[in-house]
C-alpha cells in the first residue's frame, strides 16, 4: 500500500515536445504529491507538487493533473528543452508524527534531443 | 540559504569494512532523513529524525546500519560491517517541521561502492 507505481521507465521527446510520466498509487492516506527532478551527481529537487483536492496545477512549462477516483497522477513537460533532460521522480506524502514522508517512484529518465 | 552539506561525495570500501557519512541539513530544519537510492531506482527512506529524535526507522537494517542526530543539528550515518548490497548513493534531506507540504531539500548525496 506504500508503493508508487511510475512510468514509463524511460522517454525520449523531440525538442519542443511534451514528455508524459505517469504515476499511481493504492494509499488513500497520501495527500501530498510532489514531483522531483534529479541530474547526474545531485540531489533531487522539487519541480511541482499538488494536493488531492486540485485536479490539475501549472508551474511554467510543468503541469500535474491528477485524477482522484482513479489514484493516477502525471507530469507534463510543455515545449521541453534539452535542459530538461534528467530523471523525474513522483511521490507521495502522507503526515507521519507532524512530519512528512515521501514514498518515491522507481524514476523516469527524459532525454530531450536537440 | 546554504543548502544540505554531505560529505564525503564519494567513498569506496571493502565488503565486511565499516563506514560513515555525515550530514549538515538547512540551518533551521528541525526534520532530517537518510534515503538509500540504489542505482536506477528511487530514494528509499532508511531513517527519519524530528530534532534529536528518531520518528522512525522501521526501513533501517539495524544489524548494520545505525544513525544519530546529536544536538538536533548535522547527523552521521554508518554501516557496519557493509555488504556488496550497500552499494549506493546515500541521501540527507531536511525540511521545515510542521509546515504542511514543507518541501524536502536533499543533499547531492554521498556514493558508496562496496567491492
Known amino acids: 500500500q506504500q508503493q508508487v507505481k511510475q512510468s514509463p521507465q524511460s522517454l525520449i521527446v523531440q525538442k519542443g515536445g511534451i514528455p508524459i510520466i505517469n504515476c499511481a498509487y493504492e494509499n488513500t492516506a497520501f495527500d501530498y504529491f510532489p514531483w522531483y527532478q534529479q541530474f547526474p551527481g545531485k540531489g533531487p529537487a522539487l519541480l511541482i507538487a499538488?494536493?488531492?483536492?486540485?485536479s490539475e496545477k501549472k508551474e511554467g512549462r510543468f503541469t500535474i493533473s491528477f485524477n482522484k477516483s482513479a489514484k493516477q497522477f502525471s507530469l507534463h513537460i510543455m515545449d521541453s528543452q534539452p535542459g530538461d533532460s534528467a530523471t523525474y521522480f513522483c511521490a507521495a506524502s502522507h503526515p507521519n508524527r507532524g512530519a512528512r514522508q515521501l514514498t518515491f517512484g522507481s524514476g523516469t529518465q527524459l532525454t530531450v534531443l536537440p | 540559504e546554504a543548502g544540505v552539506a554531505q560529505s564525503p561525495r564519494y567513498k569506496i570500501i571493502e565488503k565486511r569494512q565499516s563506514v560513515a557519512f555525515w550530514c549538515n541539513p538547512i540551518?533551521?530544519?528541525?526534520?532530517l532523513y537518510w534515503y538509500q537510492q540504489i542505482l536506477g531506482q528511487g530514494p528509499k527512506l532508511l531513517i527519519q529524525?524530528?530534532?534529536?529524535?528518531?520518528?522512525?526507522d522501521s526501513q533501517l537494517p539495524k544489524d548494520r546500519f545505525s544513525a544519530e542526530r546529536l544536538k538536533g543539528v548535522d547527523s552521521t550515518l554508518k554501516i557496519q560491517p557493509a555488504k556488496l548490497e550497500d552499494s549506493a548513493v546515500y541521501l540527507c534531506a531536511s525540511s521545515i517541521q510542521g509546515f504542511y507540504n514543507s518541501p524536502l531539500h536533499f543533499g547531492n548525496g554521498t556514493r558508496l561502492t562496496v567491492t
Open positions: 499538488i494536493r488531492p483536492d486540485v
Open positions: 540551518s533551521g530544519h528541525a526534520t
Open positions: 529524525f524530528q530534532n534529536n529524535g528518531v520518528v522512525d
